[in-house]
Structures are given as structure tokens and as C-alpha cells.
């Protein structure tokens, strides 16, 4: 009786030992091939690159020195540099903000015909859902340069292009809140008579609105880097200047400097004010 | 007095009821009106108005046509009288005149277009007609330093212009042109142009079924390998498309934000264990990895690729580096709060056994936050997929720098709008790629 349950004890032992060594490796097997694709990936890259690592590491700092050095040499010049790029700053912002605000109007309609139960028109919710994967799909960069084409340089092909990447990317975050929304107030507003937009306003809009405004005041932090770099890679706000200057090359590297400082100052001024409001909407006060 | 609190005198709190229906109400105004004012501002301030009036609708319709049609021009050079047939003008797309497609028809000094719908071009001698259906013959002949040109009787119709210099006839078939130095004539066809086999290859202008056969059983074209082989060499290295070439530079573009995001991650973890309150008690340490996250964070992709391109050069390595750089800040702050979240509970029963702190972190601590780490990493993965295209057109790498390139041209907008196609499947790809790896590692489905 003992000899039995002690053997049956022992084949669980053996079992759960051979388990977990099958488990463990399986984890090494999937670290290995991590580790492979690491190594190889970087080989890769270093091999494809222009410059190699090895060379480039010791080059690392020797742009920013330069650059520092001509800055600090006319530090003087800053101030008044910082102040003649102030109005690119602003468009640059301008750009991320409007882009924000449409954005978000376009994801809330979208992501309210998307949710189950809610919906306007419930045999099209794939439709819409579809529509804003597609719309998160293409890089703001492909947009902003076929609207380049067309509409000439200036802010409003970025603007339209991170406006269109917004509305997709809101629509699905806004469209995971309203799914949790209570549907009473629904239920009772259209059962009072109410419009599907009245019931939507009134019903669904004051339950998601903290959730709503957090992530779109976390997309607008997003939004000003895109602003920026778009710029750089077509037209428009302090990105397009930071490309003049950084053309022009040696004898412009104290408006490189100005620039960069205003960018970082304002990515970190937004990022903080952001989050403390995030933080205020989404815990309460 | 007990009364007196439990049942204040109505009217306060009839008052107060009123006081903040008055404040939502005026709030509810007041937040339309601002951001009404800011987009009239703005609607100034970005000049919305000239862009209205100086938006190049030409450029759109060219685009929209290119994206699924594609163009052969028929070009006569006037001075010495050859003619050439060549799809989107290229070198690379002319046809040998052995092979002319059948609606070019060539004798001796007469060359006849067939435009389709009874519309018809004909080169003749130093001139040309153009035949329009209900409308009649037009007729153009170099004289002197000019072009002379002859329509049928009536007005001269808005879709011929015409100068001394320069006569342009545009149809919905096709557009002529004539200079006193060429003729020209395009022909419009759907679909992308020689997108498989470029003329050279012998498998041009086969029909599915025919290349099907080749592939199958037919005779060796080239004695030395399949056709198969052939085919898909051929296919891989076609000049016009250059499918060989954009396949490496999507795979590029992945491998920079694979790259850039893994490695992120790997170098952010441990230094995430340093942030955290509950690993290190060291306040400064603290201090000063949270201020570097804020500062890598803080910099931008945008700098970082430009300091990282000056010191490694062009290529998918500076842009792999470059997401690397954001996105140790962006993983170490967020992994740094996923630690301080971690119950102690499981740490405490891993100490009891006497786990030194490296085994605490991995069996009391690591079970925990995998899932949370490994969520965020997938995600950054798809979303440094985009990034990364962008990157790839600034350090040189990628599709995003084919894609810039094409657009900078203005011609080949049918290589635009391919490239635009296959970053949207990519980015697509790589989105459910991260969703399936997210249910398979974490065993939970990804969110749809």
C-alpha cells in the first residue's frame, strides 16, 4: 500500500521534473533563436550601413562636440536664434494640435459606429473597423509627401497627414473604452425618444469623455515628435528648419543648437503637462 | 440642530443645483467656441485659403491616373525622322522594332497609331493627323520656324492648345504633341507596365496560361536552367520594378525597427530594475536613470537620427540605433512603473527559499511582468514599423528612402503608389504578427 502511493509520488515527481525541463527548454530554445537573430540582425545591418559600428562608436561624439563647441563659441547668438525660430516652433505645434483635435473628432464618430451595441448602422461595424485599421496602416510620411505633391510645402500636408493616422489610432483606443460604457443611459435616452447622435451625446459621451481626452492628449505628445520629423522629411515648422540649417552645415550649428533645445525643452514641457493631467482625468483629482 | 443640518433650507441646495447647471452649461459652450477660435486662427495662420487656390489639381489627376494606368509614348524625332516606342518614355521600356505592340503600324515614313474608339494618329512625311471621332480631322505641318495647324471648320475647341510653337491635342484615348523638334503621342493602358518580365525577357507579353506551360513542361529557353528559374530570375530582377531591390528594402525597414525595439528593450530591463523604488533603495541612482529616461525620451527620434546618421554613415544600422536610442527611454520608464506595481508577496516567497537577488528577480519577479513587458514590446514593434519607414527616408535605408526617392522624381508614380501598397501590407503584416505573438507567448487573444 505504502510501496504503491510512495511509487505513485515518485512518477509525479519524475513527471513534473521532466515537465519543467521540457518547459525550460523550450524557453532556452526560444532564447537562443532571440539571441540569433539579435546578433545576426546587427551583423546584417553593420554590413548594410554606410559606416561600421566599430568605426562609428568612436565617432559618436565627435558631431555633437563639434556642434557644442561652434554653439558655445556664439552662445551669444542663442537667445535671439531661439526667438527668430519661435514662430516654426509654434506652426510645429500647430500642426500636431489641429492634426489632435480633427483626429480626435474623426476617431469618436468612427469608433462610436464601431462598438457593438452602440452603433448607428450595426451590419457595417467591420466596415468601420477596417476603415481605421487602414487609416492606422499608412505612415503619416506617405500621405505627407503625395499631399506635398499636390498642395505644395507649407504645414497642411503634414496636418493632414498625422489628422488622418490620428483618426485610426484614436479610433480603436476610443472604440476600447466606449465598449465598456454603461448602455443604460442609452437604453433610457432612446427609450424617452432620444436621436441615435442625442443619445450618443447626452448617453455616451460624459461616461468616456476622461478616457477619450487621456489618450488623445497622449497622442498630441506623440503627434508633436511626428510634427517634427515630418517636417524634416518634407516642409513645414521647425523640422524644415533644422534640415536648412543642418545643410547649411559648419558656420549654422548655433541655430542646430537653438533648435534642438527648443524641441527638447517643448517635448518635455508637453510630456509633463500631459501626464499630469492624464493623470488628474483618468484617477480623478 | 441636528434637523437643521440633515435638511438644509432648500433654497441652497436649489441654488447650488442651478450654479453648476449654469457652469456646465457655459462650459459646454465654451469649449466649441475655443476650439472654434483656434481653428479659424489656424485656418489664417496656415494659409488655407492660397493652398485652396494654388493646390495643383493637374499634379492629382496625373498621380490618381498613374496609380492604375500607365502610359506608352510614340515619339518622333523630327529631325531625323525615327520613330521610338517606349513605355512611360523610358529607356528601359522601349520596344525593339521587331516587337512593336499591333497598334503601331510602321511603313517606310508613315507610321499609324490606333488610339482605340476610332481614334487615330497618323505620322506622315515632317507632319501628323489626328483623326476625332465626331469631330473631324486635325492637321499638323511644320512650316517654316512654327507648326502650322489645320482644324475643321467652327471654334477652336478648349482641349486643343495651340501656339506657334507648340500644338497639344488632349483626348480621353490619348494626348498628342508636336514641337518643331518631336511628335509625340501617348496611349494610355490600365494596369502597371511590364510589372513581371521587362521586354528583354523572353516571357514578356505571355499570357498567365503560356508562362504556366513554360513553367511546367515547354522547352528550356535558356539551355543552362529551368524556366522556372529563369522566370523568376527574371522576374527578381526586372530594371523597371526592381523587385529584388524593394523586397531588401522592406525587409530592411522591419529589420530596423526589430532591431531597434528589441534591443531597446534589453538594454532598458535591467536598467529598469535600477529605477525602480522597490529594487533600488539608492535615491540618487534613482534620480539620475530616471532623468537620463526623461532626456533619451525627451530628445526625439528626429535628433537622435541625425547624431546617430553624422557618426555611423547611411544605412539600416544608424536607423536601427536611432529607434534603439527613443525607445530605451520610452521601455524604461514604462517598465520601471511595471516593477513598482509587482506584488511583493511572490519576491518574499522566493527570498524565504533563499534565492539570491538575481533568482529573486527571476522566479519572484520576472513571471509578473513578462506579460506586461512583452505587451508593450509588440506593440512598439508594430508602431516602430511606421517609425521606421519615416527614419529609413532621413539615414538613408529602406523602403522609406525608395519611397522618397520615387516621389522626389515626380515621375514614377506608379513606383509610388506600389511602394504604398506593400508599406500598408507590411505595416499590416507586422500588426498581426504582434497580435499572434502576443496570444502565443502571453495566452491571452490580442485585441482586434
Redesign the interface.
Known amino acids: 500500500m505504502t510501496d504503491t502511493a510512495s511509487a505513485k509520488s515518485g512518477d509525479i515527481r519524475a513527471d513534473y521534473l521532466a515537465h519543467a525541463r521540457q518547459r525550460q527548454m523550450y524557453s532556452g530554445i526560444l532564447l537562443l533563436v532571440f539571441v540569433l537573430l539579435m546578433v545576426s540582425g546587427f551583423q546584417l545591418a553593420d554590413a548594410r550601413n554606410a559606416g561600421g559600428f566599430w568605426t562609428g562608436i568612436h565617432q559618436f561624439f565627435d558631431f555633437p562636440s563639434e556642434v557644442v563647441s561652434e554653439a558655445v563659441a556664439k552662445a551669444a547668438n542663442l537667445p535671439g536664434l531661439m526667438w527668430k525660430f519661435l514662430p516654426s516652433l509654434i506652426e510645429t505645434v500647430n500642426i500636431a494640435g489641429v492634426a489632435t483635435l480633427i483626429g480626435a473628432c474623426g476617431g469618436a464618430l468612427l469608433s462610436l459606429l464601431s462598438t457593438r451595441g452602440l452603433a448607428r448602422f450595426p451590419a457595417l461595424i467591420p466596415v468601420f473597423r477596417r476603415l481605421m485599421d487602414a487609416m492606422r496602416a499608412i505612415p503619416e510620411i506617405v500621405i505627407a509627401l503625395v499631399l506635398i505633391f499636390v498642395l505644395g510645402g507649407g504645414p497642411v500636408p503634414a496636418m493632414i497627414a498625422i489628422a488622418f493616422h490620428t483618426t485610426g489610432a484614436l479610433g480603436k483606443l476610443f472604440s476600447e473604452v466606449s465598449e465598456n460604457a454603461d448602455r443604460k443611459p442609452v437604453e433610457g435616452l432612446s427609450s424617452a425618444g432620444a436621436s441615435w447622435s442625442q443619445s450618443m451625446w447626452l448617453g455616451v459621451l460624459p461616461q468616456v469623455t476622461p478616457n477619450w481626452l487621456s489618450y488623445a492628449l497622449l497622442r498630441f505628445e506623440i503627434n508633436v515628435r511626428a510634427s517634427a520629423i515630418l517636417g524634416f522629411v518634407g516642409s513645414g515648422g521647425i523640422g524644415y528648419d533644422l534640415k536648412t540649417a543642418m545643410q547649411w552645415g559648419q558656420g549654422r550649428y548655433d541655430q542646430v543648437v537653438a533648435i534642438f533645445l527648443l524641441l527638447f525643452a517643448t517635448i518635455v514641457v508637453i510630456d509633463q503637462v500631459s501626464s499630469h493631467f492624464r493623470h488628474k482625468l483618468v484617477k480623478g483629482h | 440642530m441636528t434637523a437643521m443640518i440633515s435638511t438644509p433650507p432648500a433654497g441652497t441646495l436649489g441654488d447650488a443645483a442651478v450654479a453648476a447647471f449654469d457652469r456646465k452649461r457655459r462650459v459646454a459652450f465654451a469649449i466649441p467656441a475655443v476650439?472654434l477660435v483656434?481653428?479659424t486662427y489656424?485656418f489664417f495662420?496656415?494659409?488655407?485659403p492660397g493652398?485652396v487656390t494654388?493646390?495643383?489639381?493637374d499634379?492629382?489627376a496625373i498621380?490618381l491616373s498613374d496609380f492604375w494606368s500607365h502610359k506608352t509614348h510614340v515619339t518622333r524625332d523630327n529631325r531625323s525622322g525615327t520613330v521610338t516606342v517606349a513605355i512611360e518614355g523610358e529607356n528601359k521600356g522601349t520596344y525593339p522594332p521587331s516587337r512593336l505592340p499591333e497598334w503601331v503600324g510602321m511603313q517606310d515614313s508613315l507610321t499609324r497609331i490606333d488610339l482605340g474608339k476610332g481614334y487615330e494618329v497618323v505620322y506622315e512625311g515632317e507632319g501628323a493627323r489626328f483623326t476625332v471621332p465626331d469631330y473631324g480631322v486635325i492637321r499638323v505641318q511644320p512650316e517654316g520656324r512654327g507648326i502650322r495647324l489645320d482644324l475643321p471648320e467652327g471654334e477652336i475647341p478648349d482641349w486643343i492648345n495651340a501656339s506657334s510653337a507648340r500644338v497639344t491635342v488632349t483626348t480621353p484615348e490619348g494626348r498628342f504633341s508636336m514641337t518643331r523638334n518631336r511628335t509625340e503621342t501617348f496611349r494610355y493602358e490600365p494596369g502597371w507596365e511590364l510589372f513581371f518580365f521587362t521586354l528583354d525577357s523572353p516571357f514578356s507579353g505571355l499570357s498567365f496560361r503560356e508562362l504556366a506551360n513554360l513553367a511546367i513542361s515547354g522547352e528550356r529557353i535558356d539551355p543552362a536552367r529551368p524556366n522556372i528559374v529563369h522566370m523568376i530570375s527574371d522576374f527578381w530582377n526586372n530594371q523597371m520594378w526592381r523587385h529584388g531591390d524593394v523586397a531588401w528594402a522592406l525587409f530592411?525597414t522591419v529589420?530596423?525597427a526589430?532591431?531597434g525595439t528589441?534591443?531597446a528593450a534589453?538594454v532598458a530591463l535591467p536598467l529598469a530594475f535600477l529605477a525602480a523604488s522597490n529594487f533600488t533603495p539608492a535615491r540618487s541612482l534613482r534620480f539620475v536613470l530616471r532623468r537620463f529616461f526623461?532626456f533619451v525620451?525627451?530628445?526625439?527620434?528626429?535628433?537622435w537620427t541625425?547624431?546617430?546618421s553624422?557618426?555611423?554613415?547611411?544605412?539600416?544600422?544608424?536607423g536601427?540605433l536611432a529607434i534603439l536610442m527613443t525607445d530605451t527611454g520610452s521601455f524604461g520608464k514604462l517598465f520601471s512603473e511595471a516593477l513598482e506595481n509587482v506584488d511583493r508577496k511572490q519576491v518574499e516567497g522566493v527570498q524565504s527559499t533563499g534565492a539570491s537577488p538575481i533568482q529573486q528577480a527571476r522566479f519572484g519577479v520576472m513571471p509578473q511582468i513578462v506579460p506586461v513587458l512583452l505587451s508593450q514590446v509588440l506593440y512598439y514593434l508594430e508602431s516602430n514599423t511606421?517609425s521606421a519607414?519615416?527614419i529609413g527616408?532621413?539615414v538613408?535605408?529602406g523602403i522609406?528612402l525608395l519611397?522618397?526617392q520615387a516621389?522626389i522624381t515626380?515621375k514614377d508614380w506608379e513606383e509610388?503608389s506600389y511602394y504604398?501598397i506593400l508599406?500598408?501590407l507590411m505595416?499590416?503584416a507586422m500588426?498581426s504578427l504582434s497580435g499572434w505573438l502576443r496570444g502565443l507567448l502571453i495566452g491571452q487573444t490580442g485585441?482586434?
Open positions: 476650439v483656434y481653428l489656424i495662420a496656415f494659409d488655407i493652398i494654388n493646390a495643383r489639381t499634379n492629382a498621380l530592411e529589420l530596423m526589430f532591431l528589441m534591443g534589453v526623461d525620451r525627451g530628445v526625439d527620434g528626429l535628433i541625425i547624431i546617430l553624422r557618426a555611423f554613415g547611411p544605412g539600416p544600422l544608424t536601427s511606421r519607414t519615416v527616408a532621413i538613408g535605408g522609406g519611397l522618397t516621389i515626380q509610388v504604398i508599406i500598408v505595416v499590416m500588426d485585441r482586434t
